[in-house]
């Protein structure tokens, strides 16, 4: 028996024929631009964070789309392990100093792996192998609250430094007291000024005539001769050494000595005076009594013979 269809039922099975004609084409449209049917090669990077990625996540090289990253996993070390397949024509250009860096297109947006291109000269990378990163930072990473906070947190600590600071010199007598300092920096560089260049005066005079090396020319011959003499001088006074020893002992028993006569010294000091004067009273007594006995009759004659003889003698040769 055939099936008869009306109008209405052959409209409604032209459009469902249509779309699913539509979906095959526009499935296999995407899927040729997605690159499924197209081979790839597969590589694997070590990050420390896995801000902004995930399975899906676009693998770029030079603006262009290369692949995606297949898997987002943490490993046994606490690292981050992305997994990402490329295309296979765009396994030439990653070579041995090729990078991957985790970047944002736009300010705004979802990150992507860019894979730097490599030198060709260099060799091939293997599939499998590790890629190198290259780390970078973006605006958006220094807005997110993980460094912002720590970097409020000094901020706010160095205005807490600051604010000590202000409270500190707003007592006048400490801003006077860095004023003064400051005047007086000024005098110290000019007297270090002068300094330099007296200085330098005295290095210039120093070099004048070659001055400097006649100096140190005089000076090695001190020594050359120092050196010669003191051989000599241990040869003919081999005990110098001893007899200075002896003598810084004898020195330090004489002060010694002094020490104990110091206080006999200080006993009688208040009778020193009237000691000497009777001293002087008695040279003067003496001075009276032998003139008396020059005047007598027993020593005048002898007096005077030794007065003549005393004055022979003190006569010069040749008038004698």
Same mark, same amino acid.
């Given at each position: ?224 001769? %120092? ?62 009594? %032998? ?30």
């Amino acid at each position: 028996m055939r099936v008869k269809f009306n109008k209405f039922e052959r409209v409604a099975g032209l459009f469902l024929l249509t779309a699913f004609i539509s979906a095959i084409t526009v499935t296999s449209f995407v899927a040729v631009k997605k690159g499924w049917f197209t081979s790839k090669v597969k590589f694997y990077a070590i990050l420390d964070s896995a801000d902004g990625l995930f399975e899906g996540t676009q693998v770029q090289m030079a603006g262009l789309r290369v692949g995606q990253v297949t898997n987002v996993d943490l490993n046994e070390a606490n690292k981050i392990r992305v997994e990402l397949e490329v295309f296979e024509k765009f396994h030439e250009r990653i070579r041995t100093d090729s990078q991957i860096m985790i970047v944002r297109p736009f300010v705004i947006g979802e990150k992507v792996v860019d894979i730097l291109v490599g030198t060709q000269s260099l060799a091939k990378v293997e599939a499998g192998t590790e890629l190198d990163v290259k780390s970078n930072t973006d605006i958006m990473d220094v807005l997110s609250g993980r460094r912002l906070g720590p970097f409020l947190e000094n901020t706010e600590a160095l205005f807490e430094n600051f604010k000590i600071l202000a409270d500190a010199f707003a007592d006048s007598s400490r801003t006077r007291s860095l004023v003064r300092v400051f005047d007086r920096i000024e005098p110290l560089i000019q007297s270090m000024d002068k300094a330099s260049k007296n200085f330098t005066s005295l290095s210039n005079t120093m070099q004048k005539d070659q001055r400097f090396e006649i100096m140190i020319g005089g000076f090695t011959d001190l020594s050359m001769q %120092m050196a010669e003499v003191l051989p000599e001088i241990q040869r003919e006074v081999p005990d110098m050494g001893k007899q200075i020893g002896s003598l810084v002992n004898n020195m330090a028993v004489l002060a010694e000595e002094f020490k104990k006569l110091t206080p006999a010294v200080a006993a009688i000091a208040p009778d020193l005076p009237r000691v000497s004067l009777r001293a002087i009273e008695a040279l003067d007594e003496a001075v009276v009594t %032998m003139k008396a006995m020059q005047k007598s009759f027993f020593l005048r004659g002898g007096v005077e013979d030794v007065r003549e003889e005393e004055a022979t003698s003190r006569m010069p040769a040749g008038d004698k």
